[in-house]
């Protein structure tokens, strides 16, 4: 926080320290971040007064060797960069949420940060899913609601 005006700052740090998430991206499979953060007025009963959404992806071009890199929320960019330490500065420039205080008092912000990316396994259990599952529903053999349930639970489970 902005100790001058309470506005929401915040530095992503190293996103590309983790081994695993750059091998991923390096195999092709994009990498999403998405940042939600709420501004609240502390008191008797705190109520929120503001909400804001940010959300990027970054995605490696193999052949090309470059990075692209697109960022959405109030101010949405594209751009094509040639190295991760490029991409962390791109994102931390393009991070835009304005959250600020408007009257006086005592305000917090609640926020939550994901990083993700999908495994070739999460993938491979998807699209099977989607293949299989829902084909019983659309032919009719089965409800959809129970494909869907009995799909998203094998997928959850996976994924865990």
Known sequence: MDPESGALEIRLGDLFAEAGLVRALHSGLP????????????????????RGEWR?????????????????????????????????????????????????????????????????????ELQRWLRGDLATAVNGEERVGTALGRGAHRVLVRML
Request: proline share 2%.
């Open 56 to 124: 990027a992806s970054v995605l490696f071009d193999p052949l090309e060797r470059r990075y692209r890199v697109a960022t959405g929320g109030e101010v949405a960019t594209e751009l094509s960069l040639e190295s991760l330490t490029e991409v962390q500065g791109a994102l931390q420039a393009a991070f835009a949420l304005r959250l600020s205080p408007v009257e006086a008092g005592r305000y917090y912000y609640l926020g939550e940060f994901e990083v993700e990316t999908l495994s070739l396994s999460d993938l491979g």
């Open 31 to 50: 990498l999403r971040i998405q940042v939600k953060a709420e501004l609240w007025k502390d008191g008797f009963f705190d109520s929120q007064r503001g």
